[in-house]
């Protein structure tokens, strides 16, 4: 689990063809590695990955192929800058979101503006996304937790403050640039729970009457 606060911005130094599967080996920058372990998880873009080796610069990490049918990881190359963030603890700072590392798709730049010191992005989210994204609800872009200031069916508006455009790599985006994109994990889960267990012989789901009768609804 993370927050999408970036600790640091790091560079992929090597990627390594393994049939289906992709090797990668990044140079961390300025991420603290000292108590990084094997096996631990780090947010590289937004992709949750595990360390299989550890250096005194950075850490090695595979990539499956369904991350590669997802993720921008398939477009990358030697040189890419990557938003890093270490797994949360339970002394870690919440002052993101939720945030699982697990991609849900790519969004596409559109356009990109100024207003006053911040910068506004829209972006477009792929078909079936859209619904999850409402307005001042959060999103993660390349693992940088944002809030939806505007939406307009897949399409939403971002507005990003110098900080978070000097700290991150979003201010190397340009309109036709893609994202990896996580929408707000508790949209996803809340949609599955409300739709009918297709193996129970129950209903299933959140209804109006169930949330009646729990005493959300009066």
Not at 18 to 29: K, N, Q
Not at 142 to 159: K, M, Q, Y
């Given at each position: 689990m993370f927050t999408g606060i970036i600790e640091a911005v790091g560079q992929l130094r090597q990627l390594e063809r393994?049939?289906?599967?992709?090797?990668?080996?990044?140079?961390?920058?300025k991420l603290p590695l000292e108590d990084v372990q094997l096996g631990?998880?780090?947010?590289?873009n937004g992709v949750c990955l595990t360390v299989v080796a550890k250096l005194s610069d950075g850490y090695?990490?595979?990539v499956s192929g369904e991350t590669l049918a997802r993720t921008n990881f398939a477009n990358y190359a030697v040189?890419?800058?990557?938003?890093l963030e270490?797994?949360?603890?339970?002394?870690?700072?919440?002052?993101?979101?939720?945030v699982s590392g697990h991609v849900d798709g790519l969004a596409t730049v559109e356009s990109i503006s100024d207003r006053g010191r911040a910068i506004e992005f829209w972006l477009r989210a792929p078909a079936g996304?859209?619904?999850?994204?409402?307005?001042?609800?959060?999103?993660?872009?390349?693992?940088?937790?944002?809030?939806?200031?505007?939406?307009?069916?897949?399409?939403?508006?971002?507005?990003?403050?110098?900080?978070?455009v000097q700290e991150?790599?979003?201010?190397?985006?340009?309109?036709?640039?893609?994202?990896?994109?996580?929408?707000?994990?508790?949209?996803?889960?809340?949609?599955?729970?409300?739709?009918?267990?297709?193996?129970?012989?129950?209903?299933?789901?959140?209804?109006?009457e169930m949330l009646a009768k729990s005493g959300f609804l009066k």
């Open positions: 393994r049939g289906e599967d992709l090797r990668v080996t990044v140079a961390s920058g631990d998880s780090i947010a590289t090695v990490a595979d040189g890419q800058s990557v938003n270490r797994a949360v603890t339970v002394n870690t700072r919440l002052g993101g979101h939720m996304l859209g619904r999850y994204i409402p307005e001042k609800g959060s999103v993660t872009i390349d693992g940088i937790s944002l809030t939806a200031n505007e939406v307009d069916g897949n399409r939403f508006r971002l507005t990003l403050v110098p900080h978070t991150t790599t979003i201010g190397e985006l340009r309109p036709g640039s893609t994202v990896n994109l996580e929408v707000d994990l508790i949209a996803r889960y809340l949609e599955r729970l409300m739709q009918p267990a297709a193996d129970s012989e129950e209903s299933g789901g959140i209804t109006m």
